[in-house]
């Protein structure tokens, strides 16, 4: 797209959410929130931070238990160091311009685009003419997420990459067929960095760790008590060679590589750095001395997200607060997009 205007000249947003659940694992943790985190301490950049809602109810879901889950997914944020004061925390169903937006952002994106999305594929599993219509659009409602706040930066994991792209794309569509020259909307830079950014399963060092998988021995999650992070560790699947001296030799051995890349995440190193202290030793050291680390690390979190948890009236007031923020953001991008494309309202 040759002519596609990529002057965007707006201020640095930064932007991320994650699917409501109880359950935020050391993935979420090292891929995503910890970037945030990080992200939130520069001044020059306004941060929001919501919670999925509407992508939630893409797949079956229990409406009695929904709030709750978005509650307890704005307690581990702010557990894991989201500070309130300084970032916007949110439900994404709070603010319809998202809604509004996505409808656009479906008569922009290709059908092909959305052919493309892997994410669906795996999700749907095989008979996928019995998805919702919302799994497959997904990645748009996504994209307004982004492009309602005009956001320039998004703190993902690697498995966000695929809807990160199609999001450009979106915004790119947009600003070739209506900018008139001018870009209305960011070609938005994903944020995937860091040994953390894919965390593996620790019974299957091939597939990513998740909320979805049926053994809880496969992830930790942040409220997991310092026993249980330790059994879990002591449980993960290795092999039997110790660990290498460089990060070529971890190539074919998925699960010593995992925890290595977990180890690094944890302990702000790189692979190599950890290497350069375990290498040549077994998982016998290995294992112990990566448990104090996470234990080290998660425990603070766990006890600060027990303490929020029970205090419901405090983390919808943060919610609340969040909300009329965003709204205040997002409402007049969503009624510029509209006079643009020429809608009455
Ligand atoms: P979700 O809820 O699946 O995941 C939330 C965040 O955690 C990261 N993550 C991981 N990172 C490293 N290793 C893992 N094993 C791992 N598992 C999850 C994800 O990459 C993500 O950053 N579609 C999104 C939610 C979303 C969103 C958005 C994100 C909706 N609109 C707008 C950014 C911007 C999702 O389902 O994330």
Same mark, same amino acid.
Do not use: E, G, L
């Given at each position: 797209m040759s002519d596609t205007p990529t002057d965007y000249k707006g201020p640095q947003r930064v932007l991320s959410g994650m699917q409501p659940t109880g359950r935020l694992h050391l993935g979420n943790y090292l891929g995503a929130l910890k970037n945030w985190v990080a992200l939130q301490e520069d001044p020059t950049r306004e941060c929001f931070y919501f919670i999925v809602d509407m992508h939630a109810i893409?797949?079956?879901? *229990?409406p009695a238990t929904l709030p709750d889950t978005v509650r307890s997914a704005a307690a581990a944020y702010i557990a894991a160091g989201v500070d309130p004061e300084k970032s916007t925390i949110f439900a994404?169903?709070?603010?319809p311009a998202h809604a509004e937006l996505a409808w656009i952002f479906n008569c922009v994106a290709r059908l092909g685009w959305l052919e493309r999305m892997t994410q669906f594929k795996d999700k749907a599993g095989k008979d996928k003419e019995r998805a919702s219509v919302g799994l497959f659009t997904y990645p748009v409602l996504q994209a307004a997420d982004i492009l309602v706040y005009k956001a320039t930066e998004v703190p993902v994991g690697e498995d966000q990459k695929q809807h990160l792209e199609l999001c450009r794309d979106i915004a790119a569509r947009f600003n070739r067929d209506y900018g008139k020259g001018e870009a209305i909307f960011p070609i938005t830079e994903p944020v995937i960095q860091g040994p953390g950014a894919r965390i593996m399963s620790l019974r299957d060092g091939t597939s990513k760790m998740s909320k979805?998988?049926?053994? *809880?021995?496969?992830r930790i999650n942040l409220e997991d008590d310092a026993d249980m992070i330790a059994r879990k560790i002591k449980k993960a699947k290795t092999d039997p060679e110790p660990l290498p001296a460089t990060v070529e030799e971890l190539e074919g051995r998925a699960e010593a590589s995992n925890l290595v890349g977990i180890y690094a995440a944890l302990t702000n190193q790189t692979k190599a750095e950890v290497l350069g202290e375990f290498g040549g030793q077994g998982f016998g050291a290995f294992k112990p001395a990566l448990a104090d680390v996470a234990v080290e690390y998660l425990a603070p979190i766990s006890d600060e997200y027990r303490r929020l948890i029970s205090d419901k009236a405090e983390i919808d007031r943060i919610l609340a607060k969040g909300a009329e923020r965003a709204r205040a953001v997002a409402q007049p991008v969503v009624a510029e997009t509209k006079k643009i494309v020429g809608f009455w309202g």
């Open positions: 893409t797949m079956p879901h *229990d994404q169903s709070a603010v979805s998988d049926v053994s *809880d021995n496969s």
